[in-house]
């Protein structure tokens, strides 16, 4: 279904580094995932992610993405 005078973005991508800054301001300075992607215009789908993936299963977040 086509939406008139509508665009889709365009899927951004993000370097390591910016996702394991962005992943620090959430799990070290506490920042809610909502304000850090506001913030930073950030999908929170994608935030919430890169989250997840830092965190792995049980063991604490390591810096690297």
């Not at 086509?2 to 899927?11: C, F, I, S, V």
């Not at 992610?49 to 977040?61: D, H, I, L, R, T």
Request: hydrophobic share 40%.
């Amino acid at each position: 279904m086509a939406m008139e005078g509508q665009r889709m973005k365009q899927n951004q991508s993000y370097t390591a580094e910016f996702r394991t800054e962005v992943v620090r301001m959430v799990l070290e300075q506490g920042l809610s995932q909502a304000e850090v992607a506001a913030r930073l215009g950030v999908p929170k789908g994608s935030l919430a992610n890169w989250v997840v993936k830092a965190k792995g299963p049980s063991k604490p977040f390591s810096g690297a993405l």
